[in-house]
């Protein structure tokens, strides 16, 4: 690691920010002996909160047990950048790609989602720093401006409205040399404090009646007479029904395990701006950002005005390994310094306070996919590829519809209704990736020009859009 960057990242907690905090609350107890339910929701992150708040909304006389491996919100979802964005299909370009026909239905569902997710907090006083202050695009390689029309003019096309900013038009909002033009979505993107929003989840759910036990990982489960048995280290859990919001780790489906990998994304926060580093960024409106490269950053203002700078490098290691030593990566760390400094020359001498890494689950589509199991008394979502925050909610609501059986408008999707296809396995897999994530980084640095590796994988419908 050259010098500076070393300085800039010494003495950075090898931890998230969000989860460096006296705020989070002591876990509940975990599970002892047997018990019965009549929902049973195995994972306490987004996905796993969301489905027992709502079931217990839509039902306030419903049994729901909860039942986390450690504690809610430990990983994914209070390890991610607090991007709360209203698209269910990974941005519009992949949507378009898979569900032309129903793109603009998509698009309404996610900000209609978006402003329930908005209303729930409201109702149940979570404050988690949620500000609907949209999102800013930059381009930064000259082939990308093109992009950002033919993304404004996708969304124009299905209902949405996403502006497009000259090179000075963006620079005004953010103060960059690299920015060459940008566009602002200003209705469908907020930003939050993940951890908080987990708390305040866990504790709207604990209020309702939920019976959250964590530090319980289940470690089988099969199929009974009339329920699903659920087996714990310390105890067993019946329930008539469940919903699997494990995502990254291994789904206790096993016929899942090659539908999703995970891949590590990591982060950097730095240091409190002072208020005349916060002027010379002129990042008056506070809104989320991220650049257009298909190996790209993005970054945001927290509330104690640090800044939050993750992405670029997504690392997936052999043989799904998923390990928490795996956390931490200094190479990423030095890259994202250098990116940093090279966005913003005059935040030189800023220092990085946190420094973390994590796992995400992708499939092959790039955006969560949905199914029933065992008589369809299991219901699973997964596959959200760090979009999650948002999506996770409308998951949730998926799994519901299926459990009860009922038809419902986002039943009858075919997003809902398809599958990606899985992954091979290794070590193809492991050399598929590679070569993937190499050939992106070669277009990202010529002109965008996809190489025949990548057009094969357009053709194939594993083309990856962002």
């Excluded at 907090?121 to 999102?135: E, M, P, V």
């Amino acid at each position: 690691m050259s010098a500076p960057y070393a300085d800039a990242l010494a003495g950075a907690k090898p931890l998230s920010h969000w989860l460096d905090s006296p705020d989070a609350p002591a876990p509940s107890p975990r599970l002892t002996g047997d018990t019965t339910c009549d929902l049973a929701v195995v994972g306490g992150g987004f996905s796993g909160l969301w489905t027992a708040l709502l079931a217990k909304e839509r039902d306030p006389s419903l049994d729901v047990v909860l039942v986390e491996a450690r504690s809610a919100g430990w990983a994914a979802s209070g390890r991610n950048g607090g991007f709360v964005s209203s698209s269910l299909t990974h941005g519009l370009g992949n949507g378009a790609e898979r569900w032309p026909d129903e793109l603009a239905e998509l698009e309404r569902m996610g900000l209609e989602n978006l402003d329930e997710i908005e209303d729930t907090l409201r109702r149940h006083g979570i404050d988690c720093g949620f500000r609907r202050d949209g999102k800013l695009w930059a381009a930064t390689e000259p082939h990308q401006v093109d992009e950002i029309r033919a993304m404004c003019d996708l969304a124009a096309a299905n209902g949405r409205k996403i502006d497009f900013l000259t090179g000075d038009e963006i620079r005004a909002q953010v103060l960059s040399p690299t920015f060459l033009a940008g566009a602002y979505d200003s209705e469908g993107y907020a930003l939050t404090d993940p951890a908080r929003l987990v708390w305040g989840l866990r504790e709207a759910c604990l209020r309702l009646g939920v019976r959250i036990h964590e530090n319980t990982p289940v470690v089988g489960m099969r199929e009974a007479s009339n329920s699903v048995l659920l087996a714990t280290p310390h105890g067993r859990l019946g329930a008539r029904r469940v919903a699997l919001a494990t995502n990254v780790f291994p789904s206790l489906l096993r016929r899942l395990r090659l539908y999703t990998v995970p891949v590590y994304d990591y982060v950097l926060t730095t240091e409190p701006l002072t208020a005349d580093q916060l002027a010379s960024l002129g990042w008056k409106g506070r809104q989320g950002m991220s650049d257009m490269g298909n190996q790209f950053h993005y970054y945001r203002l927290t509330d104690d005005n640090r800044i939050l700078w993750g992405g670029y490098d997504a690392i997936y290691y052999y043989g799904s390994g998923l390990r928490d030593d795996l956390d931490q990566r200094p190479e990423t760390f030095a890259t994202l310094a250098e990116h940093f400094f090279t966005t913003f020359p005059q935040l030189a001498g800023v220092r990085f306070s946190h420094a973390w890494g994590g796992a995400i689950d992708t499939c092959t589509r790039f955006t969560a996919f949905y199914g029933k199991a065992m008589s369809g008394r299991v219901a699973y979502a997964l596959g959200y590829t760090g979009l999650g925050v948002a999506a996770s909610r409308f998951g949730a609501q998926v799994m519901l519809d299926l459990l009860s059986g009922r038809e419902s408008a986002r039943t009858r999707l075919e997003m809902v209704r398809s599958k990606p296809l899985p992954f091979p396995p290794e070590p193809v897999r492991y050399v598929g990736v590679e070569l993937t994530r190499r050939a992106l980084d070669r277009a990202d640095h010529n002109g965008g020009h996809r190489n025949l590796w990548l057009r094969t994988l357009d053709r194939c419908g594993l083309g990856f859009d962002s």
